[in-house]
């Protein structure tokens, strides 16, 4: 039968309230056994091994993700290629989470024994506590739905839901134990956009160039402007007889004063430019870089080392190429 617009909404929110419930019920399962699985966990010297058959590996297979990259070693173990030799991946050290809402699927059953002569642990997640699952297993989590979303009842829909909120629970409490930090995350990210935002360094960045326009601050405008073109740099910096940082000096700053003076080129550096700059250090984070470029509206940055001397630029669309926004 061909549902029309208003029941097709409808089943829709149907099945986000069913899922909904299924995740607040789980609240029961956040229990002592839930911290003394975090305990368990943390202290383990071997990886954490998920385990399921067909929707439920599936969710094995993204629970096994989330706990990789939130500093949880973990991979994920098919039942049915385990009976044909993938068990010699599981150690005695390690933690076998098994996902199964039956808590009877064949594939899963058929290597506990195995698991238990190997001297793993086994979690269990499933939904019947009288299961076979349940009964082998060192601990176990409730998983149990009232209904599924799907009206046959059939589709795995609100048992899996409540299985991955679960689990996401159980890695993210891991996570906060382990004070896991936003740089921990991105050394396991390193080729995403959170991993350069993190891991990227001004130095990486100003080595792009490799040009450092420098101009002591009594030489004329005209070999400033000659230094910022043969170092195709958009701006120089301007240092005293010692070789510190005194000022900066931008094409926007020489293209202004133009209108000030007919002998701008000849006048000093230390005239036309501007004192006191901001400047970056080559340890710090390029998006830190970015930043202050973006609230002082420059696209050059200095780049000092500890005595104050300038050591390169860092320009806002080498930072932009290299992925840091």
Do not use: W
């Not at 230390?270 to 901001?278: I, N």
Request: net charge negative.
């Amino acid at each position: 039968m061909e549902l029309d617009a208003d029941q097709i909404k409808s089943q829709a929110k149907r099945v986000l309230d069913i899922e909904k419930e299924a995740i607040e019920n789980l609240s029961d399962s956040i229990n002592g056994t839930f911290v003394e699985l975090v305990e368990v966990i943390l202290n383990c010297s071997g990886r954490v091994v998920m385990t399921g058959m067909g929707k439920s590996g599936l969710i094995a297979k993204k629970l096994a993700a989330t706990f990789s990259s939130t500093g949880t070693p973990s991979f994920f173990l098919h039942p049915g290629e385990a009976v044909h030799g993938d068990l010699g991946m599981v150690t005695a050290k390690d933690i076998v989470i098994a996902l199964s809402n039956s808590g009877e699927t064949t594939e899963v059953i058929q290597i506990l024994p195995v698991i238990k002569r190997i001297g793993a642990r086994i979690i269990a997640l499933t939904g019947n506590i009288d299961s076979t699952l349940a009964e082998n297993a060192d601990y176990f989590l409730d998983t149990s739905v009232e209904q599924e979303a799907c009206p046959l009842d059939l589709a795995p829909t609100a048992s899996t839901t409540a299985t991955l909120a679960l689990g996401d629970a159980l890695a993210i409490a891991l996570l906060e134990s382990r004070g896991f930090e936003p740089e921990d995350f991105a050394l396991y990210h390193p080729g995403g956009s959170l991993g350069k935002r993190l891991l990227l360094k001004v130095e990486d960045v100003m080595h792009v160039r490799e040009r450092n326009p420098i101009v002591t601050q009594d030489q004329p405008l005209k070999k400033t402007l000659f230094t910022m073109t043969s170092t195709q740099m958009g701006a120089a910096n301007i240092v005293n007889e010692a070789g510190k940082l005194v000022g900066v000096i931008t094409d926007g700053d020489v293209r202004r004063k133009l209108e000030e003076s007919p002998d701008l080129l000849q006048l000093p550096a230390k005239q036309v430019m501007t004192a006191d700059p901001v400047t970056i250090t080559a340890d710090k984070l390029a998006v830190e870089a970015v930043k202050i470029m973006q609230d002082k509206e420059i696209n050059d940055l200095p780049v000092i080392n500890d005595e104050q001397e300038p050591i390169g630029m860092v320009n806002f669309q080498d930072l932009l190429k290299a992925g840091v926004f």
